[in-house]
């Protein structure tokens, strides 16, 4: 684990300007010195400075020749303790040969290493070979990227002497590649944890110096953190003010996120621009909570679970949306628990069992209540509700139970269920 500075050295005929980022300015032959003096003051022996040389780039620019190479050059650096590898690489003039330059970089990448790359010289395949390499590196070796640079000689001032090249920072651009993956993981898997991650990471020192957008954006994220998670343990019920009803209810939850996206999309700053296509994505792929009634949470919440295989939240989510449905069917309070347990679970159950009315165990005071959507409720949703509920309780009871349902049967049923039992609402309104 350390710093690393990687470059690769070119073979052009490099002549002296002045390197400049932001109040630095350097003047020398080698954007590499510069980023050096620019970036790695602060570096000890145990950080290292790699520099990738085929073998013309060697003789031209990193050896002595007619003019200081680049060699002798990080050597005569003042008050500077970080050391200085060469590796060779070869040409690249193949698809076999940009596989070996890809090995040499990586092999020399270790865990936990925080990386700077130089993509100024080399071969025109170098930036996307750092692209694919860094990414890799992030997974495999957990690295840390702390910059990737480029030394824009073709940008050059002419009017000054020598002249003046800006050295631009790329480094947002590997930023946005992590934004997108995070974001398709969650447009695939219904996942927030990559996005919150990943804007930790990327938002923080934007967020320190107060950067335009930087914080709209952690707000959005932080709301459709809530929203995902509300999800996963099933807050199905719309709670209104209430403290923290972000953290307990799906409709709130969601209402805030959409509340928090809405500023960001017009938004022109650096930080949201690139952004916005992304949370547009979101956007859409959360548009069936866009109604708040109980009801419709609970299908929305069916259909997105079964599409990110969240096949336990999915029966869990039906179940109690078919209660809720009856309950507004008969115009009860479907956030009352009574009203959902006592009267609509009862109902069903005793009309599935049949058991005729002097047999049943209830409190007297809902007998009316219960007899009324016994006589009313159809057939189809009492044998739906008992099907979706056996499947339920085999899953909560983690397989203990006597008719042990397999997973593949459990992920096509609840399709199945689903599908009938919003057919059955989208008739019976």
């Given at each position: 684990m350390g710093k690393k500075f990687l470059s690769v050295l070119g073979t052009g005929r490099y002549k002296d300007c002045n390197y400049?980022?932001?109040?630095?300015?350097?003047?020398?032959?080698?954007?590499?010195?510069?980023?050096?003096?620019?970036?790695?003051?602060?570096?000890?022996?145990?950080?290292?400075?790699?520099?990738f040389l085929t073998k013309d780039a060697r003789k031209i620019n990193w050896e002595n020749n007619k003019e200081k190479g680049l060699r002798d050059t990080l050597k005569d650096l003042k008050n500077f303790s970080l050391s200085v590898q060469d590796v060779s690489i070869v040409d690249g003039k193949n698809t076999e040969e940009i596989w070996k330059i890809y090995d040499n970089i990586f092999n020399v990448?270790?865990?936990?290493?925080?990386?700077?790359?130089?993509?100024?010289?080399?071969?025109?395949?170098?930036?996307?070979?750092?692209l694919v390499i860094l990414n890799y590196a992030k997974v495999i070796k957990n690295i840390k990227l702390k910059g990737i640079y480029y030394g824009a000689f073709e940008a050059r001032d002419e009017n000054t002497n020598p002249p003046t090249t800006p050295i631009f920072e790329l480094t947002e651009f590997d930023e946005l590649l992590e934004w997108t993956q995070a974001v398709n993981i969650f447009l695939k898997y219904g996942n927030s944890k990559e996005i919150t991650k990943v804007s930790m990471k990327n938002l923080q020192e934007k967020l320190r110096k107060n950067v335009d957008g930087s914080r709209q954006t952690k707000q959005f994220i932080d709301r459709l953190n809530d929203f995902t998670n509300c999800v996963y343990t099933c807050r199905g019920k719309l709670i209104e003010n209430v403290k923290n009803n972000n953290k307990k209810?799906?409709?709130?939850?969601?209402?805030?996120?959409?509340?928090?996206?809405?500023p960001i999309l017009d938004n022109e700053s650096k930080v949201i621009k690139p952004l916005t296509p992304l949370f547009k994505k979101i956007q859409k792929r959360t548009f069936d909570f866009k109604n708040n009634d109980?009801?419709?949470?609970?299908?929305?919440v069916v259909?997105?679970?079964?599409?990110?295989?969240?096949?336990?939240q999915a029966y869990t989510a039906l179940e109690e949306t078919i209660?809720?449905?009856?309950?507004?069917?008969?115009?009860?309070?479907?956030?009352?628990y009574e009203n959902r347990e006592k009267l609509v679970n009862k109902a069903i159950k005793l009309k599935f069992q049949e058991k005729p009315e002097s047999e049943w165990q209830i409190d007297e005071k809902y007998r009316e209540g219960i007899k009324k959507i016994i006589d009313s409720l159809d057939e189809s949703i009492i044998k739906l509700a008992d099907k979706i509920s056996q499947a339920r309780n085999d899953i909560n009871h983690f397989g203990f139970s006597k008719k042990v349902k397999d997973y593949e049967t459990l992920s096509k049923d609840i399709e199945k269920y689903y599908e009938e039992f919003k057919e059955y609402v989208?008739?019976?309104i």
């Open positions: 400049v980022y932001g109040e630095e300015k350097n003047k020398t032959r080698f954007v590499q010195e510069a980023l050096i003096k620019t970036f790695c003051s602060n570096w000890t022996k145990e950080d290292k400075a790699i520099i990448i270790e865990e936990g290493d925080e990386i700077i790359f130089d993509i100024t010289h080399g071969f025109r395949s170098i930036p996307m070979l750092v209810s799906i409709a709130c939850a969601y209402k805030n996120m959409e509340g928090a996206l809405e109980n009801v419709s949470t609970g299908l929305a259909k997105w679970s079964i599409d990110n295989n969240l096949i336990q209660k809720t449905y009856v309950c507004s069917k008969f115009n009860l309070d479907d956030s009352n989208e008739t019976n």
